[in-house]
């Protein structure tokens, strides 16, 4: 549970929602071709001089976004489904936050090593919004090196450098993190990976290997975790570092109770327990942390994307007796808390916390849910529909029954999604699972205009 009381609702201003809070009326409006002129000449100028190692994203130039609705530099109003990618929790633009961070960014924009009070601030929301066990934080700039971060505490802390990792993990594209990750993309052709790494299956039910239902696939995973320590490890593990629902693989989410094993394997092994939650921290879930759902007390945890909500921050929070194994000038980062990532730290867990974004993605997240469990009834190609809260995996699949992946579609889907007024974005082991991430002030009126718009769009390619 968040060390903080809950706060009495206050709604958010009212042009921020776009749709006008719950009202029907229409958000999107698409008037060109997909892209239109202006898209399509920044798109290939950006061909031109940026490399093209990105994936693939809807060909729309984003110019502005208010709440969940994105405008592209052709006038077209798009609802995003993406939040960035799960960055934007409070919606796009949020005047508090821009306020801050104006504010800040008009005062001192950086120092290093030492306190502002934005920073010191920071912390101290920081600390009152985790779970009571975690009494420290530190800041960093992403994801990434705040998973490095945790990698370098577990280790110093225990004095063992062995980690162990998932099948289908992502944890971001530095060394470390890549090589603990269980997915080949970041670490294709940039071996060999980190020595030191076990790794062990994910529990992902629609693909379940065992019968036996949540039951048997969690027993099934716990033997396997125990043959991968036996067979591979030289007794030097310093623990579990894990995602509590695996993202870049698909959104796969673990039966109720995984996690809870998995700590209590770790507590049993005397090892540490890591929870990366940059992509499924502040609400995303329909709790503030994904750590509340089965309350776990991982020892180390990374946080970021929701943190800044766009403005570069991450964050490491850890029990004071873990972190404590650095000293002085061990960890430091070069822009890490600084006053302008830090103004925006506490403005968006106040915005969170007079907006009540949690509570509202745990009710918006039921009303797309159910949508999207009736358009799978429909739908020829949706294999599953999974997620808690306002983080969503569509799977796409050629054949129910076969349950053989259809990456083939997400592109056409992205592509007719926007022509619609919907962007999404596409993730998964073999890339044919469609994110439905919008940010957490998304309104009733806005979600099921947003369904709308995805069932019109994928029935469309079906007929
Ligand atoms: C679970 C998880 N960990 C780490 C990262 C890496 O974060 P960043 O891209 O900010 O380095 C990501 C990014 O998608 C992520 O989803």
């Not at 960014?105 to 306190?115: H, T």
């Not at 991968?228 to 989410?253: C, K």
């Not at 995303?284 to 766009?310: C, F, L, Q, Y």
Request: charged content about 20%; hydrophobic content about 40%; some cysteine.
């Amino acid at each position: 549970m968040s060390k903080m009381a809950k706060k009495p609702v206050r709604m958010s201003s009212k042009d921020f929602h776009c749709g006008g809070g719950d009202a029907p009326t229409r958000v999107t409006s698409v008037t060109t071709a997909i892209p239109g002129p202006k898209s399509a000449a920044l798109l290939a100028k950006w061909k031109q001089y940026e490399a093209e190692t990105t994936g693939y994203q809807a060909q729309v130039v984003w110019d502005s976004g208010r709440g969940v609705v994105v405008t592209d530099v052709d006038g077209n109003r798009f609802i995003d489904w993406t939040s960035g990618v799960l960055v934007t929790n409070l919606g796009h633009a949020h005047p508090k936050l821009v306020a801050a961070v104006q504010n800040a960014a008009a005062k001192l924009i950086n120092n290093y090593e030492c306190p502002t009070e934005a920073r010191v601030r920071a912390a101290e929301a920081m600390v009152k919004h985790l779970p009571a066990h975690l009494d420290k934080v530190f800041f960093l700039t992403t994801g990434s090196e705040a998973v490095e971060a945790c990698l370098r505490i577990m280790k110093r802390k225990t004095g063992n450098f062995e980690i162990i990792g998932f099948e289908g993990g992502f944890h971001g594209r530095t060394y470390a993190a890549a090589s603990i990750g269980g997915l080949g993309g970041p670490k294709r052709k940039y071996g060999p990976a980190m020595p030191g790494v076990i790794r062990a299956p994910f529990p992902y039910p629609y693909r379940s290997p065992v019968a036996g239902g949540d039951a048997g696939l969690i027993d099934y995973c716990m033997s396997r975790l125990e043959d991968a320590v036996r067979y591979s490890s030289t007794g030097s593990i310093a623990g579990v570092f894990t995602e509590p629902y695996q993202g870049a693989a698909g959104f796969i989410f673990p039966p109720k109770g995984y996690l809870t094993e998995l700590e209590k394997w770790c507590r049993a092994k005397g090892i540490l327990f890591g929870l990366d939650e940059v992509q499924s921290s502040y609400g995303r879930t329909g709790t503030m942390w994904a750590m509340d759902w089965e309350h776990i007390t991982p020892d180390v945890v990374s946080i970021g994307k929701g943190i800044g909500n766009g403005i570069p921050t991450s964050a490491v929070a850890a029990k004071g007796e873990v972190i404590s194994c650095l000293g002085r000038g061990e960890m430091s980062s070069t822009v890490g808390g600084n006053p302008v990532s830090s103004a925006a730290v506490s403005a968006i867990l106040e915005v969170m916390d007079e907006e009540h974004l949690v509570e509202n993605s745990a009710r918006m997240g039921k009303v797309i849910m159910a949508r999207l469990q009736q358009l799978q009834e429909k739908s020829r190609y949706l294999g599953d529909v999974r997620g808690r809260g306002l983080i969503m995996g569509m799977e796409l699949v050629k054949d129910k029954k076969t349950k053989e992946p259809a990456p083939d579609i997400m592109k056409r889907l992205i592509d007719r999604c926007a022509e619609y007024g919907l962007l999404i974005g596409s993730v998964g082991i073999w890339g044919n699972v469609v994110r439905v991430a919008p940010p957490l002030c998304i309104s009733q009126a806005e979600a099921m205009e947003s369904c709308d718009i995805m069932e019109k769009a994928l029935l469309s390619l079906e007929s």
